[in-house]
């Protein structure tokens, strides 16, 4: 069976770092593009990065140039760093395996806060 399990987020203060990772099973790794979502309180959620097949990489405006997705196929898992976190960072965020640039499975999700 196909599994996504997020796992690096927490508390931390404006302007520290995070990286996030989401560990993949039950299939080719290599096959499908995939994607970083945050879901903030009663708002929906959202496309933060996306990595694509062929490599190429796609942000939220809010985030370019603070945060990068990346992937490494020999562990199945794809990561996101996040530097210098402000607190409207702040939300739920889920991996997803895309197809057609539509998330198709999704990873339970991990918190992330960012105080003042």
């Known amino acids: 069976q196909v599994q996504l399990v997020e796992s690096g987020g927490g508390l931390v203060q404006a302007g520290g770092s995070l990286r996030l990772s989401c560990a993949a099973s039950?299939?080719?790794?290599?096959?499908?593009?995939m994607g970083w979502y945050r879901q903030a309180t009663e708002k929906q959620r959202d496309l933060v990065a996306r990595l694509s097949l062929g490599g190429s990489t796609n942000y939220a405006d809010s985030v370019k140039g603070r945060f990068t997705i990346s992937r490494d196929n020999a562990k199945n898992t794809v990561y996101l760093q996040m530097d210098r976190l402000k607190p409207e960072d702040t939300g739920v965020y889920y991996c997803a395996v895309l197809s057609f640039m539509t998330p198709q499975l999704w990873g339970q999700g991990t918190q992330v806060t960012v105080s003042s």
């Open positions: 039950g299939s080719m790794f290599s096959s499908n593009a």
